[in-house]
């Protein structure tokens, strides 16, 4: 079968045959992968900063498809299901927050909510397409080079938003455009609430370079962090990967029923073979989303 491979070289990756997946142990399913989407996360491996040192690995994380085996234990999804391939381990639990409406600014993402449920959202992007789309859903879009994206938002929102969201991770650069990993966390500190939350779903992994992170030593695994500022305001930080299987079911009955309609984010639609080309175009924000169509 064809996969997007990743050999080590920072910005190239390839399409090549790899094995047929199949049961190995008694709790495995194996998926038939129908649509599948290159996710912002993955370029830190395109980039060479994040990844495994044994390579060459096959590179990806979001897909969906209809289960065509399953071993012997497993009762969760039976042959023929069609479903939705989560990245973490089922023992990996949070519990869901109460429904709130608060003011929030999203650092890098926000295009993607849909309906936005009466939240007023700011998306602090720096590339126009990306915020023109979150205009066009009701956010209110901040470009982080006219002028620091905090003072943009508290000029508005004069005693700040109640949460923030990292949605960009270690790669993250400064108004001049410039490498900074402490930019998105301190910007975003400075304009939440006094009481409010910090969530930092962006990637902060620093690894030593290898074979396989060939990039790794430009991260830093040390940021600065406004401590004084955020210990003043009573604020809360949570980061970490998002356990996404806590949160499919009721984000499919928002896409079911119309409501959120996240398909706008996708700028092409392509088949596997021209993947090496979507990774480029995404990296250098010539695209705002993908989606790998398999026949």
């Known amino acids: 079968m064809r996969s997007v491979v990743f050999d080590g070289q920072p910005f190239e990756v390839y399409v090549r045959d790899i094995p047929k997946a199949k049961v190995v142990r008694r709790t495995d399913a194996v998926v038939q992968v129908t649509s599948a989407a290159i996710c912002g996360s993955d370029l830190h491996n395109y980039h060479g900063v994040f990844g495994s040192d044994q390579v060459p690995y096959s590179i990806g994380h979001e897909a969906m498809g209809i289960v065509k085996e399953v071993g012997a234990d497993v009762a969760s999804v039976k042959i023929g299901d069609r479903v939705i391939i989560p990245d973490f381990p089922d023992d990996v639990g949070l519990d869901l927050e109460p429904t709130i409406n608060p003011a929030i600014a999203l650092y890098g993402e926000g295009h993607q909510f849909g309906d936005l449920g009466g939240c007023q959202v700011y998306s602090i992007d720096s590339v126009e397409d990306r915020l023109e789309l979150a205009a066009s859903i009701g956010a209110i879009p901040i470009n982080f080079t006219k002028g620091e994206p905090s003072a943009q938002i508290l000029a508005r929102e004069s005693g700040g938003v109640q949460r923030t969201v990292d949605c960009v991770g270690e790669e993250c650069v400064n108004e001049n455009l410039k490498p900074d990993q402490?930019?998105?966390?301190?910007?975003?500190?400075?304009?939440?609430?006094?009481?409010?939350?910090?969530?930092?779903?962006?990637?902060?992994?620093?690894?030593?370079?290898?074979?396989?992170?060939?990039?790794?030593?430009?991260?830093?695994?040390?940021?600065?962090?406004?401590?004084?500022?955020?210990?003043?305001?009573?604020?809360?930080?949570?980061?970490?990967?998002?356990?996404?299987?806590?949160?499919?079911?009721?984000?499919?009955?928002?896409?079911?029923?119309?409501?959120?309609?996240?398909?706008?984010?996708?700028?092409?639609?392509?088949?596997?073979?021209?993947?090496?080309?979507?990774?480029?175009?995404?990296?250098?924000?010539?695209?705002?989303?993908?989606?790998?169509?398999?026949?």
């Open 182 to 295: 402490s930019f998105v966390t301190t910007q975003a500190i400075k304009c939440t609430s006094v009481g409010g939350g910090l969530a930092v779903i962006g990637v902060h992994f620093a690894q030593q370079s290898s074979q396989g992170v060939q990039r790794g030593s430009t991260i830093s695994p040390s940021t600065t962090f406004p401590m004084t500022l955020f210990w003043e305001k009573n604020m809360t930080i949570r980061g970490g990967a998002v356990d996404s299987k806590l949160y499919v079911e009721p984000l499919l009955e928002l896409v079911k029923s119309g409501r959120a309609k996240p398909g706008f984010v996708f700028s092409s639609i392509i088949d596997i073979e021209e993947a090496p080309k979507a990774y480029q175009r995404f990296s250098d924000h010539l695209e705002t989303k993908v989606m790998i169509r398999f026949s």
